[in-house]
């Protein structure tokens, strides 16, 4: 398994903008399909966007999609998440994830980080 640490949350105004990063250890981050979810207090963990290993293919949720970016530097072990026109209800704990299949399900996806808080205010 990989190791991933978040940074890059934090208090943002309604409208807008957070960068997400997530470290991963190891040697073996290019094999993996690296992803972020979020969790709002008293909601499930649900999928945000996931991006292929090379970085040519990206996945969105409806609810982000034109607004959040996916990106990764294999060269550096870390994935970005770039968030514009952030909204209120985007206030949630994000979670970098790692796992070696395309997938939008918890299950999908092995390594985790620990979480960082998002909280946009209106």
């Known amino acids: 398994q990989v190791q991933l640490v978040e940074s890059g949350g934090g208090l943002v105004q309604a409208g807008g903008s957070l960068r997400l990063s997530c470290a991963a250890s190891g040697r073996t981050f290019s094999t993996y399909y690296m992803g972020w979810f979020r969790q709002a207090p008293g909601k499930e963990r649900e999928f945000v966007t996931s991006?292929?290993?090379?970085?040519?293919?990206?996945y969105y949720a409806d609810s982000v999609k034109g607004r959040f970016t996916i990106s990764r530097d294999n060269a550096k072990n870390t994935a970005y998440l770039q968030m514009n026109s952030l909204k209120p209800e985007d206030t949630a704990v994000y979670y970098c994830t790692a796992g070696m299949i395309r997938g939008t399900e918890l299950t999908d996806f092995g390594s985790w980080g620990q979480g960082t808080q998002v909280t946009v205010s209106s």
């Open positions: 991006i292929s290993r090379t970085g040519v293919n990206t």
